[in-house]
């Protein structure tokens, strides 16, 4: 094992609810965290896609990277991710070279398989209702990635009828692309295609390593991504993070995100709870179900502690996995305290706002 001599941090913000605050409260918060990780240094601002739950607010990720790109300068901003069943490839290639151009050079487009919410939200999300294409058992997912990919970087063979298609705005360069996923499937399939890797370990700790491994080893190069194009593999990790002054009080943050993941289980979409109400809650299914099953993966889903303690175990992690980025997501009930979190962690990586990575501004038209 090697510890990566440079560990790339990013950051994907789901815009939790806490409770006693609203939706609209949470998306401000985002805003607000894209400001706050870019001065502090952090490479990228990803965020995700779910829907009908109350403790998660953003359901459009591309319009509110509308407004962050105009709220922040240079850090790059994407989708983690767009859940591509629910679209058409060529809508959401039209919706991600607008973005691309109006921050040019800024644009990830992180796209997913998962339906990003229940059952009944997929039914109501799903592009066909009828015929033998709504059952359950057809997945084009393959088939929209490859058009996608070829609608971005004008791949279609000529005598294709989308060839004649003219994706707008047509400016110089492209959204850059990463394939998101927690299974040996979305491994392979990233490999295959040449496409730079997110693993969601935050989501699901189970196959971590085997399927960074068999991205890793199986990686192909693709020509069909024109100037996007990784010559070798490109993976990232997705981890939950909790730094605090003390390992006492990141202990004490970390009840609102334990509990979080104990009701998700239980199929329950309340609010971000408070630490205290986290305290009580937890006591009370502790009592009735007995205590929580330890963690047997090989890394937690969530790295909580002082800014010391989580630096060593992410760079133990990196070091295994032989990666140099995590993408850091960090739920506290209190944006302060997430602030603080972020802050913290930077300044433990001797992160700094890297004047290379800052875009030339887009000019308006007259």
Same mark, same amino acid.
């Given at each position: 094992m090697?510890f990566p001599?440079?560990?790339?941090?990013?950051v994907l913000?789901?815009?939790?609810v *806490?409770?006693?605050?609203?939706?609209?409260d949470? /998306?401000?918060?985002?805003?607000?965290l894209a400001?706050?990780?870019?001065?502090?240094?952090?490479r990228?601002?990803?965020?995700?896609?779910?829907?009908?739950?109350e403790? +998660?607010?953003?359901?459009a990720?591309?319009?509110?990277?509308?407004r962050?790109?105009?709220?922040?300068s240079?850090?790059?901003?994407?989708?983690?991710?767009?859940?591509?069943?629910h679209?058409?490839?060529?809508k959401?290639?039209? #919706?991600?070279?607008? /973005?691309?151009?109006?921050?040019?050079?800024?644009?990830?487009?992180?796209?997913?398989?998962? !339906?990003?919410?229940?059952?009944?939200e997929?039914?109501? +999300?799903?592009r066909?209702?009828?015929?033998?294409?709504a059952?359950?058992?057809?997945?084009?997912?393959?088939?929209?990635?490859?058009?996608?990919?070829?609608?971005?970087?004008k791949?279609?063979?000529?005598?294709? *009828?989308?060839?004649?298609?003219?994706?707008s705005p047509d400016t110089?360069?492209?959204p850059?692309?990463w394939?998101?996923?927690s299974?040996?499937w979305?491994?392979?399939?990233?490999a295959?295609?040449?496409?730079p890797?997110?693993f969601?370990h935050?989501?699901? @700790?189970?196959?971590?390593?085997?399927?960074?491994?068999?991205?890793?080893?199986?990686?192909v190069?693709n @020509?069909?991504?024109?100037?996007?194009?990784?010559?070798?593999?490109?993976?990232?990790?997705?981890?939950?993070?909790?730094?605090?002054?003390?390992?006492?009080?990141?202990?004490?943050?970390?009840?609102?995100?334990?509990?979080?993941?104990?009701?998700?289980r239980?199929n329950?979409?309340?609010?971000?709870a408070?630490?205290?109400?986290?305290?009580a809650?937890?006591?009370?299914?502790?009592?009735?179900f007995?205590?929580?099953t330890p963690?047997t993966?090989?890394? !937690?889903?969530?790295?909580?502690?002082?800014p010391?303690?989580?630096?060593?175990?992410?760079?133990n992690?990196a070091?295994? +996995?032989?990666?140099?980025?995590f993408?850091?997501?960090?739920?506290t009930?209190?944006?302060?305290?997430r602030?603080?979190?972020?802050t913290?962690?930077?300044?433990?990586f001797?992160? #700094?706002a890297?004047?290379? /990575?800052?875009?030339?501004? @887009?000019?308006?038209?007259?």
């Amino acid at each position: 094992m090697s510890f990566p001599t440079t560990l790339r941090l990013s950051v994907l913000d789901q815009s939790p609810v *806490p409770s006693g605050f609203t939706p609209a409260d949470a /998306l401000r918060n985002s805003i607000s965290l894209a400001q706050h990780v870019e001065s502090a240094g952090y490479r990228r601002f990803w965020m995700s896609e779910h829907h009908a739950m109350e403790m +998660l607010a953003c359901t459009a990720p591309e319009i509110m990277l509308a407004r962050i790109g105009a709220e922040t300068s240079h850090i790059r901003i994407g989708s983690g991710g767009i859940m591509l069943p629910h679209y058409t490839a060529l809508k959401v290639a039209e #919706t991600f070279r607008t /973005l691309h151009t109006l921050y040019p050079n800024r644009i990830d487009l992180g796209i997913g398989r998962a !339906p990003g919410g229940g059952p009944i939200e997929a039914a109501a +999300l799903r592009r066909y209702r009828g015929g033998q294409a709504a059952a359950p058992h057809i997945d084009d997912f393959p088939d929209q990635l490859a058009e996608l990919i070829a609608f971005l970087h004008k791949g279609f063979p000529a005598n294709h *009828p989308f060839s004649r298609i003219l994706v707008s705005p047509d400016t110089p360069g492209s959204p850059d692309v990463w394939l998101l996923g927690s299974s040996g499937w979305s491994a392979a399939t990233a490999a295959q295609y040449g496409l730079p890797y997110a693993f969601a370990h935050f989501f699901s @700790a189970e196959g971590t390593r085997a399927a960074i491994e068999h991205y890793q080893r199986e990686f192909v190069t693709n @020509a069909a991504l024109g100037e996007s194009q990784r010559e070798h593999p490109e993976a990232l990790a997705a981890i939950g993070v909790i730094c605090a002054e003390t390992q006492a009080e990141a202990e004490r943050l970390f009840q609102s995100v334990r509990l979080l993941q104990l009701r998700i289980r239980q199929n329950d979409r309340r609010p971000v709870a408070t630490p205290s109400e986290a305290v009580a809650e937890l006591a009370g299914m502790y009592g009735q179900f007995g205590p929580a099953t330890p963690d047997t993966t090989e890394f !937690p889903r969530y790295f909580y502690g002082t800014p010391d303690k989580v630096k060593a175990d992410l760079l133990n992690m990196a070091g295994r +996995l032989n990666i140099n980025e995590f993408v850091v997501n960090t739920i506290t009930h209190d944006h302060a305290s997430r602030l603080r979190s972020y802050t913290l962690l930077a300044e433990a990586f001797d992160l #700094t706002a890297d004047p290379a /990575l800052i875009a030339e501004p @887009a000019t308006a038209a007259a």
